[in-house]
């Protein structure tokens, strides 16, 4: 068996794996798509000592820290299932699709989260070509710019009111007929003279020239009438989904979702830790989870010193 096994090939989980493999015991990485999410991104600029790197590059460099340890990797493995320990320090187990089994006295989950997406003609198309899901991450690169935030709840909000800063005129389009967010959030974003709140709208198409976007359709759903807006950005903010779905019913997880921990990364199961986008971590960032895999490694390596091997 491992002694830490993580889930997940992220900035988390190759964190973790890195930090675990340095305790000089055995370290197990089970991943999906190993490099996760940074590998659908374009520019990334806020990772702090690297002023600018792209997705695939972080992606590969991410894989290449990893393989200087002993680090049994199993990239293409998708976790189907976990089965708590029976007794105090025992072995977990995580099952896998492919029907395999691991044994592991310590896990970490690492398994990330995917933006909701629109599902409308365009967004596909023109991701990372003006459409983007990170207002933290591509705010800068549309100053000046017009864009769009879809999505009234706190992050559509707190995003438009972000990019008022940094962009000419934002549009906030919320599908209901009042926006979701705090009052006081509400508040703050009506205040700003560079921002228009449009309810009651759908989205019904990004549009392009080809290369990046120019604008969007929304339907008003009160008049049934379309309407054009012309922009270069649009953000989407509908929703940020743990990957967490194999989990409910066996760890603790938030009414989102997401998988509880406390400050050293540990989850309700005995043994079992969690780092990154897939838990109650505020704010979603690389150098966030990657952090955090720092410490549920060094969490899970204080628990495993007290608790004997079986
Ligand atoms: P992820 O990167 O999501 O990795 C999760 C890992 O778990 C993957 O290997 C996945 O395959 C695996 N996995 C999932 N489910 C299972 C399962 N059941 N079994 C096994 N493995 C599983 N952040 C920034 O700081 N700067 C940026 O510029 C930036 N730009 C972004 C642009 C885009 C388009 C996107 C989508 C995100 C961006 N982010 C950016 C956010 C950043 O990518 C995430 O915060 C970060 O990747 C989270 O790391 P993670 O390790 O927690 O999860």
Not at 23 to 44: C, H, N, P, S, Y
Not at 47 to 63: I, R
Not at 233 to 256: D, H, K, M, Y
Not at 268 to 287: E, M, R
Request: proline residues 5%; negative net charge.
């Amino acid at each position: 068996p491992f002694d830490v096994l993580v889930v997940g090939g992220g900035p988390a989980g190759a964190a973790a794996s890195i930090y675990a493999a340095r305790k000089g015991i055995r370290t197990g990485l089970a991943a999906e798509r190993f490099g996760g999410q940074v590998l659908d991104t374009m520019a990334i600029e806020n990772f702090v000592s690297v002023p600018y790197t792209e997705g695939p590059q972080f992606g590969a460099a991410l894989d290449n820290h990893v393989r200087q340890y002993d680090v049994d990797v199993m990239n293409l493995q998708r976790a189907a299932k976990l089965v708590p320990a029976t007794t105090e320090g025992g072995l977990v187990e995580v099952e896998l699709d492919s029907g395999a089994s691991l044994l592991a006295r310590t896990v970490i989950l690492s398994t990330g989260a995917r933006w909701r997406s629109m599902n409308v003609p365009g967004e596909t198309e023109y991701r990372n070509k003006g459409v983007t899901y990170c207002p933290h991450c591509d705010g800068p690169l549309f100053k000046g710019k017009r864009v769009a935030v879809i999505g009234g709840g706190n992050s559509g909000v707190e995003a438009a009111i972000d990019l008022a800063g940094v962009v000419a005129h934002v549009t906030l389009i919320e599908f209901d007929s009042v926006l979701r967010a705090d009052e006081v959030l509400q508040r703050k974003l009506r205040s700003l003279p560079n921002v228009d709140i449009v309810v009651s709208a759908a989205t019904t198409e990004v549009l392009g020239d080809g290369n990046k976007v120019t604008g969007l359709t929304y339907l008003d759903r009160t008049t049934e009438t379309s309407h054009t807006l012309e922009l270069e950005g649009v953000f989407v903010q509908i929703g940020l989904l743990p990957n967490t779905e194999w989990l409910a019913g066996t760890v603790e997880l938030s009414p989102r979702g997401e998988i509880v921990i406390d400050d050293r990364g540990q989850t309700s199961v005995p043994g079992v830790f969690a780092a990154g986008d897939c838990t109650t971590v505020p704010y979603k960032q690389i150098v966030v989870a990657a952090g955090a895999g720092a410490t549920a490694a060094l969490g899970a390596f204080d628990h495993l010193i007290r608790t004997s091997a079986p």
